[in-house]
């Protein structure tokens, strides 16, 4: 089992700026990708950012440019710095581990952004 807990989510207003932080703990060595969904009222959850073992990463085509993903191997901790942001980023965003056999989730962060 791999457990996740998710930090940094809030309100802020258009144009500034959240760091959401996800800790993995528990049998880390399993997974092989961590990253962040998301969940809007009344949408579907979307993949917002992803990174591998190896250091690839992807983005959700609407945050490229804005959100960025990095990881610290030694804390077992995945980031998610969002600038620039836009009303329609407001979520619960939600930190996954991937591992061989199962994916694990956090429980979620809300991220509010106000005009």
């Known amino acids: 089992q791999v457990q996740l807990v998710e930090s940094g989510g809030g309100l802020v207003q258009a144009g500034g700026s959240l760091r959401l932080s996800c800790a993995a703990s528990g049998r880390v060595l399993s997974i092989n990708a961590m990253g962040w969904y998301r969940q809007a009222p009344g949408q579907q959850r979307e993949l917002v950012a992803a990174?591998?073992?190896?250091?690839?990463?992807d983005y959700l085509d609407s945050v490229k440019g804005r959100f960025t993903i990095s990881r610290d191997g030694a804390k077992n901790t995945v980031y998610l710095q969002m600038i620039s942001l836009k009303p329609e980023d407001t979520a619960v965003y939600y930190c996954?581990?991937?591992?061989?056999?199962?994916?694990?989730w956090g429980q979620g962060t809300q991220v509010t952004v106000s005009l």
């Open positions: 990174i591998t073992s190896d250091g690839s990463t």
């Open positions: 996954y581990a991937k591992g061989r056999i199962a994916t694990f």
